[in-house]
């Protein structure tokens, strides 16, 4: 395998790419009244053992929600976290279900490609 | 003593329902013009497509149909399918507490204040109108079953682990600054510590939850049905789109 390169994170990018869906992210956030019903849409949290680290809003909350809180003060183990819930514990089926009706998977989406510009990405070679 | 009642029974009422509404008006308008900030992507349309005429609503076509399907809906043949398909997909067939104390702590949340007996005279006095009120009995009750509510939802937040993976300290200051009032209404109405104390407490909680509504969590009470609006054929009149 060839070695990753060093990774420069560039505050201004996450800043730009955060603020073009900033209303869409603090209300998602602001609206999500922690209720947990969206546990039961998602299958990875149905087959495995009902980990609360595959509810639908678990991950978005520690992915969009950390970058949105951090914004641009954030570092390589946060991002590479991030990475991980949002390529491991979601495949987007987008069939995840908000009672409050939050777009769950534009978030997750997102949060994939705020990653992907700063070049933070799920190796599947490796996997 | 009296001054502070006279204050904060007075000026900050109005002030809180001020901000209430204004910030309301407010996250309502942004709702509908910063979020639908979004390209349309056009409908692709097969060649020598073309828009059939619609048949109309309330044809008689159209009604007839719509009653048999409802009627095969409930037939004796269907009643059980149907019966699974609620506890698999329903929510109050899946999670049926949770559920009910959910509809029951926020039907009370919101009713209870409009028709206590004490909120009416108090009305009547500063305005000259109010609503009816009911039997306080009645209030008193529906208080103590919505403290009760409340504490099943602390609890959740306490021994769940689902709910324990995603609680921070801000959703305990919410779910507590939610009851408030109705603890120290509950409090001030069965006189169990200092009258005085307690009503003004009981003020100054109302009045913190109202500003509190349009800039907090508390803002799913607009949202909810905003967005629920706007989900693609369910609970929304005609066609839905999601526009956030």
Known sequence: MTEQKSIEINPKTIQSLLDDKKAQIQTALNVCAHCTLCAESCFLFMTRDQDPKYMPSYKFINSIGTLYKKKARIDLDTLNTIKDIVWKDCVLCTRCYCPMGIDIPAMIAHARKICRSQGVVHEFDNA | ?244
């Open chain 2, 1 to 244: 003593m009296h001054q502070i009642y006279q204050f904060v029974g007075g000026p900050l009422v109005w002030f809180s329902l001020l901000v209430f509404i204004a910030g309301t008006i407010h996250q309502i308008h942004q709702f509908f013009t910063d979020f639908s900030k979004k390209k349309t992507i056009p409908q692709y349309q097969p060649p020598g497509f073309k828009k059939q005429p619609s048949i109309g609503w309330f044809s008689k076509n159209a009604i007839t149909t719509r009653i048999a399907l409802i009627k095969q809906w409930f037939s004796r043949e269907n009643r059980i399918r149907n019966m699974a398909m609620f506890r698999a997909t329903n929510v109050f067939g899946i999670h049926p507490v949770f559920s009910w104390a959910t509809l029951i702590f926020h039907v009370c949340l919101v009713i209870t204040p409009l028709f206590v007996l004490a909120h009416n005279l108090l009305l009547d006095e500063a305005l000259g109108i109010s609503l009816f009120s009911w039997s306080e009995t009645l209030t008193d009750s529906m208080t103590v079953v919505l403290l009760m509510c409340g504490a099943y939802f602390l609890y959740r937040r306490f021994f769940v682990r689902r709910v324990r993976a995603i609680t921070s300290f801000y959703d305990y200051v919410m779910l507590f600054i939610a009851v408030a009032p109705f603890l120290t209404g509950f409090m001030a109405y069965h006189q169990i510590y200092d009258y005085q104390t307690m009503v003004i407490l009981h003020i100054l909680a109302g009045e913190l939850m109202l500003i509190a509504i349009p800039y907090t969590k508390f803002a799913h009470m607009i949202y909810f049905f905003l967005q629920r609006l706007c989900v693609a054929s369910e609970y929304s009149f005609g066609k839905g789109n999601r526009t956030w």
